[in-house]
Structure formats: structure tokens, C-alpha cells
């Protein structure tokens, strides 16, 4: 099943995936920038234990109860999209979550399905960048967001900084 196959309902369906997606971009994207902000304070202050950090995103989407496939004892994730947050702090860096660009591959395929949509970067990723077909994202339950904070120290080891010297 293609795109221009889906029926007016299967069309709402997926383009509430991609409402969905959007508000979760600019929640996301929100909340890393809160905390890029505390954590390169903590990283300048030479009192802290923090050395660096990164910042990453994982957005799964899991199977329908309803789906033939779905296991209730089972992880039921049809695919994982994985961003870096981490770059969100450098200023000039252009990241695609909650940027306002439309990501529609289809947007100047004149007669194709999706031609008028506006794509967010997660959807776009959704239906470009993951092995499934178009028909997969009708099998979409639910969406999870996992913001993780890595927290990271570096600890050099410098000779005669110990009582012992290393054995060679």
C-alpha cells in the first residue's frame, strides 16, 4: 500500500502522528535547551565535578493493542528514532526539531498525496529515514520519549600526581 492508497481517515491518522510529533519537538526541544543552559554552567565552574555531557533523544513508536502482531508480554516497538541534543549548544547550529521548515519529501511532487503537508523533522524521519512502508505508520499505538542526560568526568592521570607510579 502506497500513499496516494490511503483512505481520507488513514490520512487524518497519520497526520495526527505528525501533530503529535511537532508538539513533542517543540516540548523536546524546549526542555534540552533548559537544560543545556544549567549544564554548561556546571561545566564552567571549576568547582563542579562536571567535565561535559550530552544530551539525547530516543522517540519509539510502538504497536496498536488492536494489531495482529502485538504481544502483550513483548516491547511491541516497530522503530526507534534517535537525535543528538548535544549540539543545540552551540548557537549557530541549525537543528531540525521544532525549526519551522517543512520536511515534506513530497512538497513540490505536484499531484502527490502529501504535496500540501507540512512535515516535521521527526515525522519526515518517521516515514524517510526507517525501513518501514507507508501502511506501518497505521500501526502506530503509541509514542515514548526518552530525554537522557549523560553526565560525564574526565579524570586525567598524571604522573607523580599519586603515591605510586604506574607499572610499566
Not at 528514532?81 to 513540490?108: F, K, M, Q, W
Amino acid at each position: 500500500m502506497g500513499w496516494s492508497e490511503f483512505s481520507a481517515a488513514q490520512r487524518e491518522y497519520v497526520q495526527c502522528i505528525n501533530d503529535r510529533l511537532m508538539l513533542i519537538e517543540r516540548q523536546v526541544k524546549r526542555e534540552a535547551l533548559a537544560l543545556i543552559a544549567q549544564l554548561e554552567a556546571r561545566v564552567h565552574d571549576p568547582d563542579d565535578w562536571l567535565s561535559d555531557y550530552e544530551i539525547e533523544l530516543e522517540v519509539s513508536f510502538w504497536l496498536r493493542e488492536d494489531e495482529p502482531a502485538y504481544k502483550e508480554d513483548d516491547d511491541n516497538i516497530l522503530v526507534t528514532l534517535r537525535e543528538y541534543l548535544t549540539l543545540l549548544r552551540t548557537p549557530a547550529y541549525e537543528c531540525a526539531l521544532d525549526d519551522g521548515v517543512n520536511h515534506n519529501i513530497a512538497h513540490s511532487m505536484d499531484g502527490h498525496p502529501m504535496q500540501g503537508e507540512f512535515h516535521c523533522w521527526l515525522y519526515h524521519c518517521l516515514y524517510d529515514h526507517t525501513p518501514l512502508a507507508p501502511e506501518d505508520l497505521l500501526r502506530i499505538g503509541h509514542i515514548l520519549v526518552n530525554l537522557s542526560v549523560i553526565y560525564q568526568h574526565a579524570s586525567a592521570m598524571v604522573q607523580g600526581t599519586c603515591l605510586f607510579d604506574p607499572p610499566r
